[in-house]
């Protein structure tokens, strides 16, 4: 009997299994914006069965009628529904404001946004690879509140200046970068980052000590995932142009020019001016060409259960629009990760990056190549009839095709390195992680000048190449214990750790002279008959730094937060007894929209008060061992009536050296309203950097070439920032905007018992650059102007109060300059380089695949010292002229413009340094328009394909200004000296890019 009942369930059992199953389709919406949800993961509970959404939110599954369904999607609230035998549902998924708290990267750990109290910029790897540039610091151009990015040029392989609010010294402030966890100088591909991180304040950088004294920059790279292989291939087809050509004049018009210069000199016009001429040669044609470029990109990623790997290849060719300028680059990277077991986790983060860049001369006053094409007059060709190579008659400037002919300058540099980490939970509240970081960089130069002859001046009769290497070795040991507890509604987080680095590098090159053969295979130090005299040179240093830091959060309620930082730094570039600095900061947040008499407003999601004051160091002006007194090999001594061999000691030194200071007060407020639909985030802050290292000028009867550094400047700058995002949809049409504004206000509060530090001279014109107390750093500096004479009477009136002439070489037409009350003429503060603000403008449009990005970038209120109207405005005409001096002053009441004076070939009054020089830098420009297609899955569900889009777009496709020259956008020069920027010597100009490309996914 038992057994039959027994027999009997099992029946029952296997029958109510094989029960006939359903089907049931339904619909996924959001609860926010009431739009249909794709991608949703539908699971039945306690079975292997699911599926997910597609385009338009729909699903479709086979299950017990009896089944519970599991609906989740990233960024909305879990939701579980009992089918009950129906075959058709609609759901309803809720934002779940927790999970979309996104959790961000600080010093040495991450954070809940919604906890942080500094100044921080959070941007994502999707943010930054939609508009599929291969350059960092161009996608950040615009983008980040307070971030201030300037092309220093347009040539392939060279980089941006990047400084966060604003330059914090007069030695130069770029910031810190720090990849996985370790400080590099090694570049990054923009499509392996997964998520950025700008610490602005010093309450969030002090941590970092004398590193973080000018922001710092954090990348988190990508990770892989449990589940399967992910494939995602892309390539971008490119072609640049320039964008914008001088308007010089054409061969006629410019014989009419030079001989009326010869005329006004009273001067015989030369026969070479006797026509006829048509148009010309034009030169800046003659240099440049359409520039094509590729960039091939490859990613691997997925993971077990105990295992995760991300691997990535990237190829970028890229031209110059100017011939003979091009680069080759390859990156490689690969991300492991390795759960050993409950406690410890361990992985590497390794990169490779080479390539090859070849170089031209720019930026260069006397030989530019692109200085050369506007400076040579427009009469010479190219070549001679014969085929040889044209040279000009007028004047030395060289002929700047045969210039890059002859060019042969290559750089090969190289990057290598990563981390190794470990990961270990203990006690259930500790964790204890350990890194050791090691980047090995090398570079490679190699330049060769050829035998040639164009014409008498520009000539070269013996044959040199020089080789050039470096090697830097840079290591970092890191390892930090972090503590963190709830008690009710405190959380407390304590984190110390320790970190010893060391930075090692060592350059040295060769030239020698005549060469065996001009051959190109053999073209060696080797095979120059001149290496017995050949030159040597080179250097090296090693720079030590051991820390000691620590962090402790604490937030009260989720409403109430602290974050304090403390960093004691040693470094070996100071003496003995000045190592050591100390590095705190304090912030704190108020979550205001948390508070009960905010409950009842529902229009708002978060309001968050932020207050942060710091200190950081910086220590980047020195030269190791400045604090002793270095010897410099090579001199030569007479003793004894014979000539010794010896060494010299060029700069005192100074054992009291210590740290930049540099404090940092940050007020900012965070808000958000309508579902965080509307968000705003702006900033007060008052940066000052004390303590400031400068080498004054040395008094000749002190006997060494060099004074040495002293701690006596100080800089302050003041500015406001704010960011205004909106977001919104109607029906499948998505939109959304970001907005960000900058102003920064730079002033030099102290520089000792200096007056002023002159600095970066340019042809005659002498110092341009003037750094004084109460202005602006590195500000232009030079006569004022007045108009011109209109006639004999007004030269003849313009006297001092002893009746001596003011502009004794001075006649009507030429440029009036201001005088004061004594006759001389004045010298005055004529322009900034820094702009009064920066914005960014982002909206990006959906609509059924269908995406439309445009990115707008503005300047106002800076100036620049168009240095190129030396040659371009002179009015002795030795050089190619504007156009517009065509308009030239000829006769009384002509013209007032200062630019516009009259022709004279011995002219000795028109090109002082002065206020004409000067122009309006402001301009708004168009970075970026793309429109990409995402193709519909169903038009290749049989391959096998997750995604494919397809987008075209254009670079730098329109700018909006009244500067005259190729390009708005100036940087600092091209010695890198801080106190030269805004200066254009006909700067590599950065091209217009059109492209088009294709994004793949397995």
Same mark, same amino acid.
């Given at each position: ?37 794709p991608g949703v993961t539908v699971l039945a509970e306690g079975t292997n069965q699911g599926t997910i959404t597609d385009l338009d939110g729909k699903f479709a599954l ?176 490119? @072609? ?17 020019? %030079? ?23 034009? @030169? ?34 890229? /031209? ?24 410890? =986790? ?9 390539? !090859? ?7 260069? /006053?006397?030989? $530019? ?43 090969? +540099? ?27 960089? *090398?570079?490679?130069?190699?330049? @060769? ?5 164009? &014409? ?25 214990? !972090? ?16 970190? #010893? ?5 060592? @350059? ?9 053969? /001009? ?43 602290? !974050? ?64 002793? $007194? ?45 579902? +965080? ?7 007060? *802050? ?29 800089? &302050? ?27 920064? =206000? ?50 003849? $009136? ?37 702009? +009064? ?10 609509? &059924? ?6 990115? *707008? ?25 504007? #156009? ?22 011995? +002219? ?42 397809? *987008? ?28 030269? %920027? ?21």
């Open positions: 009997m038992m057994k039959n009942l027994f027999f009997s369930f099992l029946l029952f059992l296997a029958g109510t299994s094989l029960m006939a199953q359903i089907q049931i389709t339904g619909t996924v919406y959001s609860k926010d914006s009431k739009e249909t949800l086979t299950v017990n009628p009896n089944a519970t369904l599991k609906f989740s999607y990233v960024g909305y609230k879990p939701v579980e529904v009992q089918v009950n035998g129906q075959t058709s549902l609609e759901v309803i998924l809720e934002i779940d404001n927790e999970l979309l708290d996104e959790v961000v990267v600080v010093g040495y750990g991450v954070q809940k946004k919604s906890d942080v109290t500094g100044a921080l910029v959070s941007i994502s790897g999707e943010e930054m690879q939609e508009s599929h540039q291969q350059n960092i610091a161009s996608i950040l151009q615009g983008r980040a509140a307070g971030v201030t990015v300037t092309s220093n040029s347009g040539s392939p392989g060279r980089d941006e200046e990047i400084n966060i609010r604003g330059i914090s010294s007069i030695n130069g402030s770029p910031p810190l970068w720090i990849v996985d966890g370790v400080p590099t100088t090694a570049g990054v591909n923009p499509l392996d980052i997964k998520s950025m991180e700008i610490l602005k304040d010093a309450s969030s950088t002090a941590i970092y000590g004398s590193k973080g004294a000018n922001g710092v920059i954090l990348i988190t790279t990508k990770k892989g995932s449990k589940g399967a292989m992910h494939i995602n291939y892309e390539n971008r087809f490119s @072609w640049g142009q320039l964008y914008k050509k001088l308007d010089l004049t054409t061969a006629k018009q410019w014989a009419k020019l %030079r001989s009326e210069a010869y005329s006004n000199a009273s001067l015989p016009i030369p026969p070479s001016l006797d026509g006829p001429f048509g148009d010309g040669t034009d @030169w800046q044609d003659a240099i440049t060409r359409t520039a094509a470029s590729t960039n091939h990109y490859l990613s691997f990623s997925g993971g077990a259960e105990k295992l995760t790997w991300f691997m990535s290849a990237n190829y970028n060719d890229q /031209e110059g629009i100017i011939q003979k300028s091009d680069a080759q680059t390859v990156d490689i990277r690969l991300n492991t990760s390795t759960k050993m077991n409950k406690w410890l =986790k361990v992985g590497e983060n390794f990169s490779f990056s080479g390539g !090859t860049t070849h170089l031209i001369n720019e930026d260069d /006053e006397w030989n $530019a190549v692109m200085m050369e094409a506007i400076a040579i007059d427009p009469i010479t060709k190219v070549k001679k009839e014969d085929g040889s190579w044209d040279g000009s008659k007028f004047n030395t400037i060289a002929n700047p095709v045969a210039h890059l002919d002859r060019t042969k300058n290559e750089s090969r +540099d190289y990057s290598l390195g990563g981390n190794v980490f470990a990961n270990i939970t203990f006690l259930k509240d500790f964790s204890f992680t350990s890194r050791f970081g090691y980047y090995q960089t *090398f570079s490679n130069g190699y330049d @060769w000048k050829p035998t040639f002859f164009v &014409k008498t001046g520009e000539e070269n009769s013996q044959t040199s190449v020089s080789r050039d290497y470096y090697e830097g070795k840079d290591w970092v040991f890191t390892n930090f214990l !972090t503590w963190r507890h709830d008690y009710g509604k405190h959380d407390l987080k304590v984190m110390a750790g320790t970190e #010893a680095e060391r930075n090692y590098g060592e @350059w040295f090159g060769v030239t020698a002279s005549d060469l065996i053969s /001009e051959a190109e295979h053999l073209i060696f130090i080797d095979n120059a008959t001149g290496n017995q005299a050949a030159s040597a040179y080179g250097l090296a240093s090693d720079v030590r730094y051991i820390s000691y830091f620590g962090r402790l959060n604490y937030n009260f309620a989720e409403k109430y937060f602290l !974050t304090a930082n403390f960093r004691r730094q040693g470094s070996s570039m100071f003496g003995p007894d000045n190592r050591w600095g100390n590095f705190p900061s304090a912030s704190v947040g108020w979550r205001i929209d948390r508070e009960n008499f905010m409950k009842s407003i529902d229009l708002v999601t978060n309001l968050k008060l932020r207050v942060g004051y710091g200190m950081s160091g910086n220590d980047m002006a020195l030269q190791p061992y400045s604090y002793y $007194a270095t010897s410099q090999a090579g001199q030569r001594y007479v003793i004894g009536n014979k000539i010794v061999d010896g060494v010299s000691f060029p700069r005192i030194p100074n054992s009291e050296l210590h740290w930049e200071e540099k404090t940092s007060l940050n007020v900012g407020v965070d808000l958000a309203i309508w579902d +965080d639909r509307f968000t705003f985030s702006g900033d007060f *802050f008052i940066d000052k950097t004390g303590q400031m290292l400068y080498d004054p000028d040395l008094p000749g009867h002190v006997g060494t070439q060099e004074m040495p550094f002293t701690n006596v400047a100080s800089m &302050k700058n003041t500015g406001y920032e704010f960011v205004v995002g909106y977001k919104n949809n109607y029906k499948k049409f998505k939109y959304n905007f970001k907005f960000n504004f900058s102003q920064i =206000k730079n002033e030099v509060l102290s520089l000792g018992s200096a007056t002023y530090i002159p600095a970066v001279t340019f042809m005659q014109l002498g110092y341009i650059s003037h750094t004084e107390v109460g202005h602006p750093m590195a500000s232009f500096y030079g006569y004022l102007t007045d108009g011109l004479f209109q006639n004999q009477a007004e030269v003849d $009136a313009y006297v001092d109060p002893d009746g001596n002439p003011i502009q004794p070489n001075a006649a009507p037409g030429d440029i009036r300059y201001k005088a004061d009350a004594d006759g001389k003429l004045i010298t005055d503060f004529i322009g900034s380089p820094f702009p +009064d603000f920066t914005a960014g403008l982002n909206m990006n449009f959906e609509y &059924k695949g269908f995406t439309l990005l445009m990115f *707008f970038y503005g300047v106002y209120g800076n100036e620049i010292f168009n240095a190129t109207k030396f040659y371009n405005f002179n009015s002795s005409v030795r050089y190619n002229v504007d #156009a517009s001096l065509m308009g030239r002053w000829l006769l009384e009441g002509d013209t007032d413009d200062p630019n516009m004076a009259r022709l004279n070939l011995n +002219d000795a009054n028109n090109s002082l340094r002065s206020d004409r020089f000067v122009e309006d830098g402001s301009y708004l420009r168009l970075k970026n328009l793309q429109v990409e297609y995402n193709i519909p899955e169903k038009l290749f569900s049989k391959i096998d394909i997750s995604s494919l889009r397809v *987008f075209v777009g254009v670079d730098n496709a329109f700018t909006l200004t009244k500067y005259s020259g190729f390009d708005p956008e100036i940087g600092i020069g091209y010695n890198n000296n801080p106190l030269d %920027r805004g200066i254009d010597r006909a700067r590599y100009p950065s091209p217009r890019t059109f492209y088009v490309g294709l994004n793949l996914a397995f």
